[in-house]
T-cell receptor, first 114, second 109 residues
């Protein structure tokens, strides 16, 4: 089947605007993760969804960031009032609960805030 | 905080063997992972170690010593397509991963 997909692949926005990034995980994967990868930095964990449990939001950098996962499948990461430091590649990954050792990553969304 | 260290860059020659080291100081440990990431692409899973010792998978092997907080990824018979960034990551609890900054490997002819 298809892998993890993300849209858009690239997004350029003006400082102060809100953006929504979408992730479509692999069918049947109940765990979904959002990471951020800035230039010269490692992947930074943002948020984790597991089934119907409350999400682990411990990695969100500020209250401008939020995410939801509807119907246990598609997830949307929303960044409000974007700042230039939000510019990064936002990566989504999914995994089966039973095989949480392997996270399958999507191609990412490159966000540029001007 | 959590600290995962790996060299920034390495170079090697086609056909050679290269070892990429990773050291970690973390508040917990529930497995160590290696991912490969080609420029502009998503990371892809390479290996997973949770017990001490060597895990071999084709040309790639990964080693873990939990007492030393140390792992390495060994790549044999290097090919040009192995030029990529190699990411070391530690799972602290649950399923989330904490990543190092990655090692950029350049394989030359």
């Amino acid at each position: 089947g298809a892998g993890v997909s993300q849209s858009p692949s690239n997004k350029v926005t003006e400082k102060g605007k809100d953006v929504e990034l979408r992730c479509d995980p692999i069918s049947g994967h109940t765990a979904l993760y959002w990471y951020r990868q800035s230039l010269g930095q490692g992947l930074e964990f943002l948020i984790y969804f597991q089934g119907n449990s409350a999400p682990d939001k411990s990695g969100l950098p500020s209250d401008r960031f939020s995410a939801e996962r509807t119907g246990g499948s598609v997830s949307t990461l929303t960044i409000q009032r974007t700042q230039q430091e939000d510019s990064a590649v936002y990566l989504c990954a999914s995994s089966l609960v039973a095989r949480a050792s392997e996270q399958y990553f999507g191609p990412g969304t490159r966000l540029t805030v001007t | 905080g959590q600290n995962i260290d790996q060299p920034t860059e390495m170079t090697a020659t086609e056909g050679a063997i290269v070892q990429i080291n990773c050291t970690y100081q973390t508040s917990g440990f529930n497995g160590l992972f290696w991912y490969q990431q080609h420029a502009g692409e998503a990371p892809t899973f390479l290996s997973y170690n949770v017990l001490d010792g060597l895990e071999e998978k084709g040309r790639f092997s990964s080693f873990l010593s939990r007492s030393k907080g140390y792992s390495y990824l060994l790549l044999k018979e290097l090919q040009m397509k192995d030029s990529a960034s190699y990411l070391c990551a530690v799972r602290l609890q649950g399923s989330t991963l904490t990543f190092g900054k990655g090692t950029m490997l350049l394989v030359s002819p």
